[in-house]
Structures are given as C-alpha cells and as structure tokens.
T-cell receptor, first 109, second 116 residues
C-alpha cells in the first residue's frame, strides 16, 4: 500500500461549484497533514495545514481530517478559474513528508 | 514562511556532465531537503541536507550521484553528477519552518533540468 493515495482522476468543476478532493494515508502515527497547490510549471505552494481531527477553514478552502479512518480531504468552495491546478496531499511521517500523486482540478468558466 | 531562491532556474546540459544547484533561504532553518519531480509525477525526496554533516539519502539515491553540501543554516547545494537523459527533471529545494509549535514545509521555485 502506498503511503499517501489520491486516487481520483482529473476533476472538472463549473465555476462557483465546490471541488472535493480526497486523500488516504497508511501511517497511523502521522500527525501533520498538508495540501499543496501546484500550477503548471511552478513549484508546490502550501495552502492548508491540519493537525487535529475535524475541519479547518481558511477562506474558500476547508481541510477535513479523520485520523480514525486515515483520510484527509480538501474542499474548495466557490471554485474560480484561478483554482485550476494540481493539488498534492502530503503527510508527515518519520520526520519527512510523503506526497500523493496529486489531483488535477479544472474549473470551467 | 521563508523566502527561498534557487539557481539556476533552468539549464540544458550534455550527457556525462555535472550541474550544481544552489538553494538560498532568507532566514536560518533547521532542516533543508532536496526533491525531484519528474514530468507528470509527484515529488520524490532525494535527501535531507544536514548542516555540518553528511546528507541523509533516501532509498535509491546515493551520494556519488547526488552530492549535497550544507555549509550553514541558510544555504545548500545539490550536484547532479554524470548526468543522463533520465536525470531530466525539476529539482526542488525545500525548508522546514516552525510557526506556533508546528512545522510546515515550503518549496523553492525549482530548477528545470534537461539532459541531452
């Protein structure tokens, strides 16, 4: 089993809709969870960090963590064309980050 | 967060040559990392750059191929040695930054390497 899995294929959402991204991880001892946004040709940009169970909201972004089920999700409300990017889930285990493969989000005007 | 710069931003190199990539941070950081991102792929950790000691390499990466220096808490270099086309990739420097008791990791702009 891979450390961090993001299984969904490219996600197309209409402008103004909610984009929902999911991520599962294998290391039950993981304590820190992150979502990075990566525009094409650019480096990853940290957009959300979450450390405890529940929801964390930051502007149009909400991260959700469920340690018992070992998943973390990201919701993007009121999606904008500028949200079109690849979103990488990362989990801190053994003092290093493990990354998922990423989910491409395309927001359609 | 920290401001991270990398040089060069991109390069095209011939097979068999070596390239050294520099990473500069505007504040002292405890941990610095080097990643590789191959086309269409996610990030793979190459090594952790340790200040004052040898870097810690991940499985599949060796010091002879990817020598790393970290002379102080704001600077590191990664050398890609004896390059082949398979080394064509984006190389990213990353730093661990502590805030409010939590650690967050930030990335430099990357170095896009093409090996012919």
């Amino acid at each position: 089993q891979k450390e961090v899995e993001q299984n969904s294929g490219p996600l197309s959402v209409p402008e103004g809709a909610i984009a929902s991204l999911n991520c599962t991880y294998s290391d039950r001892g993981s304590q820190s969870f992150f979502w990075y946004r990566q525009y094409s040709g650019k480096s990853p940009e940290l957009i959300m960090s979450i450390y405890s169970n529940g929801d964390k909201e930051d502007g149009r972004f909400t991260a959700q963590l469920n340690k018992a089920s070992q998943y973390v999700s990201l919701l993007i409300r009121d999606s904008q064309p500028s949200d079109s990017a690849t979103y990488l889930c990362a989990v801190n285990g053994n003092n290093r980050l493990a990354f998922g493969k990423g989910n491409q989000v395309v927001v359609i005007p | 967060s920290a401001v991270i710069s990398q040089k060069p931003s991109r390069d095209i190199c011939q097979r068999g040559t070596s390239l050294t990539i520099q990473c500069q941070v505007d504040s002292q950081v405890t941990m610095m990392f080097w990643y590789r991102q191959q086309p269409g792929q996610s990030l793979t950790l190459i090594a952790t750059a340790n200040q004052g000691s040898e870097a810690t390499y991940e499985s599949g990466f060796v010091i002879d191929k990817f020598p790393i220096s970290r002379p102080n808490l704001t600077f590191s270099t990664l050398t890609v040695s004896n390059m082949s086309p398979e080394d064509s990739s984006i190389y990213l420097c990353s730093v661990l930054f502590s805030s409010g008791g939590y650690n967050e990791q930030f990335f430099g702009p990357g170095t896009r390497l093409t090996v012919l």
